[in-house]
Antibody
Framework: EVQLVESGGGLVQPGGSLRLSCAGS????????MDWVRQAPGKGLEWVGR??????????QYAASLKGRFTISRDASKNSLYLHMSSLKTEDTALYYC????????????????WGRGTLVTVSS | QTVVTQEPSLTVSPGGTVTLTCASS?????????PAWFQQKPGQAPRALIY???NKHSWTPARFSGSLLGGKAALTLSGVQPEDEAEYYC???????????FGTGTKVTVL
């Protein structure tokens, strides 16, 4: 069974940093494009960024609005994905979802088929 | 900045039919945008329903269908059930930066 479990959320002060983790099971994360999507309280879904699969050298891409503050990385040995967040702002407060993305031309997988339950990040003083 | 717009809210009676649409600020939505649809109930993660305009996941109920309609992507719910009350989001592929954009979401009320 495919599962994604996020962790690492919590309360952080403005300007602080946080690292979110996403542990995958039931499949190899290395074979898939993986995405982070966030949802501010009472708001819609916002794409944060993605990392390509092993065949595409794990290339990363981010939402322009983040202006280089977030970085996605992987640890294949742990079948895990990470989101490193720095210079956090109050507007980064949101539930962060790890998603099996695979949304690219020619993908053999359905896009965004599996989502984690999310981890809540609260940026407040 | 690309904006993907959906109806803010729609109301449908049990057993009825409702169509949600998804419009792109860049122009007509085409098959090359590979429209995808998601359902989100309160306190839950989004669940994938439709991809590639009209393809269903193995778990997607038969009453959900996707199409292109009048230059927009569309999600039709036929024979609506009370459990279909939820927020629905579309996702369109653009291939650039950003590679895709979520729609603004439609809250469907079954009343």
């Amino acid at each position: 069974e495919v599962q994604l479990v996020e962790s690492g959320g919590g309360l952080v002060q403005p300007g602080g940093s946080l690292r979110l983790s996403c542990a995958g099971s039931g499949f190899s994360l290395s074979d898939h494009y993986m995405d982070w999507v966030r949802q501010a309280p009472g708001k819609g879904l916002e794409w944060v960024g993605r990392t390509g699969n092993k065949a595409y050298s794990y290339t990363t891409q981010y939402a322009a609005s983040l202006k280089g503050r977030f970085t996605i990385s992987r640890d294949a040995s742990k079948n895990s994905l990470y989101l490193h967040m720095s210079s956090l702002k109050t507007e980064d407060t949101a539930l962060y979802y790890c998603v099996r993305g695979n949304f690219y031309a020619g993908s053999i997988y359905p896009p965004f088929d599996y989502w984690g339950r999310g981890t809540l990040v609260t940026v407040s003083s | 900045q690309t904006v993907v717009t959906q109806e803010p809210s729609l109301t449908v009676s049990p057993g009825g039919t409702v169509t949600l649409t998804c419009a792109s600020s860049t122009g007509a939505v085409i098959s090359g945008n590979y429209p995808a649809w998601f359902q989100q109930k309160p306190g839950q993660a989004p669940r994938a329903l439709i991809y590639g305009t009209a393809n269903k996941h193995s778990w997607t109920p038969a009453r959900f269908s996707g199409s292109l309609l009048g230059g927009k992507a569309a999600l039709t719910l036929s024979g609506v059930q009370p459990e279909d009350e939820a927020e629905y989001y579309c996702l369109l592929y653009y291939g650039g930066a950003p590679p895709y954009v979520f729609g603004t979401g439609t809250k469907v009320t079954v009343l």
